[in-house]
Structure formats: structure tokens, C-alpha cells
């Protein structure tokens, strides 16, 4: 397991992920069941030379900042990106629960997001998450 650290935002604590790469760094959002150190899929993106900034959500980890929706969650990632000196990333990941973070980031700082890659997080209808927060941008492969 790889050493995480918390970043102190205006909303609380966050437990962060942050593994160097060749490659500019992907954001990484595991879902309920992981903390930013755990690998819920992160790996795939190191192996290619990515960096991986993960993080732990809400309640999870070291992270505390109190119950946060996944879109009241953005502003702390936001200030993490600043903090770790990250303005461009090679897109946005999210699982399970984490794709909603990962949605909701996608929207809200689209110039960290130029991509999007949700694994193992669909609903009962795919789009159900996407129309729900006004996600109609296009995001490239």
C-alpha cells in the first residue's frame, strides 16, 4: 500500500493519493468500499505512466469534512489540485460509488477533466447519473 497524506481545505481534511508519473496525473476516485490508498483500479493508470492523485471521499480514510454530497465534495478537490500544484490532469476517474464524484468534477472543473472513465458504476439506467447533475458536455477518449 502507498503512503497517502491529508491536505488541509477550507472544507476539512482530505486524505490524498499522490503518486508521481512521466504522464500527466489522472484524478481518481474509488468508490465506497476504498480509501484513497487502496488500489480499486489506480494501478492501471501507473502502469502506463500516469500519476494518480486518489482520494478518500467523505467519511472515508482520513478525510473529514463532515456528510458532503459528491457535488458539495468538488470545492475540496479543487483546492487539493491547487495545493498539490495540479492544473492539468490526463483525466478523470471514477469507481463504483467514486463515479459520481467523478461526474460531478467532470462538470464543475472541466479543464481538469478532459477525459472521463467511469468503471463498474452504472445505474439502473446508464444516463440516469449524468442528466441528473446537467452533464451534457462530450468528454474524448
Do not use: N
Not at 4 to 21: F, H, M, Y
Not at 82 to 95: C, H, N, P, R, Y
Not at 108 to 131: F, K, V
Amino acid at each position: 500500500m502507498r503512503t497517502t497524506r491529508v491536505v488541509r481545505t477550507r472544507l476539512g481534511a482530505v486524505e490524498v493519493l499522490d503518486s508521481p508519473g512521466d504522464k500527466r496525473p489522472v484524478l481518481f476516485f474509488p468508490g465506497g468500499h476504498c480509501s484513497a490508498a487502496v488500489d480499486c483500479g489506480w494501478s492501471l493508470y501507473t502502469a502506463i505512466g500516469h500519476g494518480v492523485v486518489s482520494f478518500s471521499r467523505p467519511g472515508y480514510g482520513r478525510t473529514d469534512v463532515g456528510r458532503l454530497t459528491a457535488a458539495e465534495f468538488v470545492p475540496a478537490v479543487a483546492q487539493c489540485c491547487e495545493v498539490l500544484g495540479i492544473d492539468q490532469t490526463a483525466g478523470v476517474v471514477g469507481v463504483s460509488f467514486g463515479g459520481m464524484q467523478a461526474l460531478h468534477v467532470a462538470v464543475a472543473l472541466p479543464t481538469l477533466a478532459p477525459r472521463l472513465a467511469l468503471h463498474s458504476c452504472a445505474r439502473s439506467s446508464p444516463t440516469t447519473q449524468a442528466r441528473a447533475i446537467g452533464f451534457t458536455r462530450t468528454i474524448s477518449a
